[in-house]
């Protein structure tokens, strides 16, 4: 059974940094999207990045490009997102998803792992 465990979330102040990873078993990396979604109180889950091996391809959310980055390796299983200059909005459950195909829509994501929580005081 395919597992996406996230891990790095936390509690830091407006204008700090923060790494999520996500480790992957049981899947191919190289044959899926890798994406981090986030879901704030009372808020639809929303696209964060995302990034395929397939064709090399790397998507933002508008709102987030220049400040978050996502990355990956192929061989370990396992993608991160370099979040920056991180605002208070940014609060919210961030989620690990994969996807046998490119979309930046959640209902496309097969797998997803259990989210890790970002805090981020003003």
């Known amino acids: 059974q395919v597992q996406l465990a996230e891990s790095g979330g936390g509690l830091v102040q407006a204008g700090g940094s923060l790494r999520l990873s996500c480790a992957a078993s049981r899947l191919t990396f190289s044959r899926y999207t890798m994406a981090w979604f986030r879901q704030a109180p009372g808020k639809e889950r929303e696209f964060v990045a995302a990034?395929?091996?397939?064709?090399?391809?790397?998507y933002y959310a508008d709102s987030l490009k220049g400040r978050f980055t996502i990355s990956g390796d192929n061989v370990k299983n396992t993608v991160t997102l370099q979040m920056n200059s991180l605002k208070p909005e940014d609060t919210a459950v961030y989620y690990c998803?994969?996807?046998?195909?490119?979309?930046?829509?959640?209902?496309?994501?097969?797998?997803w792992g259990q989210g890790t929580q970002v805090t981020i005081s003003s």
């Open positions: 998803a994969a996807s046998v195909d490119w979309s930046i829509l959640s209902t496309a994501y097969n797998y």
């Open positions: 990034i395929t091996w397939t064709d090399s391809r790397i």
